[in-house]
């Protein structure tokens, strides 16, 4: 069983930068993909980003391309989401999720590619 936890949500202006870990509690951790989503209420669960585990390679939203930042360190088990320049709109909560079989990025935006699921961090910008 493979346990996420995410980090690093909270309340900023806009304009601000908030930084996102995700940490995997499994020693033997190899997925394919690690992921993030964000959810609002009565919303179902909006693709963000995601990172190969090997290679690195990424695919994003379009609402959030040019902004934010997904990366990994494999040695730490981590997955990483940085956000510039928020926006009130993204506002959500938001969760990572982990992959083990890979499709084409486009695909890797459905939620029922993920196998594994954080609890979710709350990220709130103001205006």
């Known amino acids: 069983q493979v346990q996420l936890v995410e980090s690093g949500g909270g309340l900023v202006q806009a304009g601000e930068s908030l930084r996102l870990s995700c940490v995997a509690s499994s020693r033997a951790f190899e997925p394919i993909a690690m992921g993030w989503f964000r959810q609002t209420p009565g919303n179902e669960r909006e693709f963000v980003a995601v990172?190969?585990?090997?290679?690195?390679?990424?695919s994003y939203g379009d609402s959030v391309k040019g902004r934010f930042t997904i990366s990994r360190d494999s040695a730490k088990n981590t997955v990483y989401l940085q956000m510039n320049s928020l926006k009130p709109e993204d506002t959500a909560v938001y969760y990572c999720?982990?992959?083990?079989?890979?499709?084409?990025?486009?695909?890797?935006?459905?939620?029922?590619?993920?196998?594994?699921w954080g609890q979710g961090t709350q990220v709130t910008v103001s205006s």
């Open positions: 999720a982990a992959a083990w079989t890979w499709s084409t990025p486009q695909a890797m935006g459905q939620t029922s590619r993920y196998r594994y």
């Open positions: 990172v190969r585990w090997t290679g690195g390679s990424t």
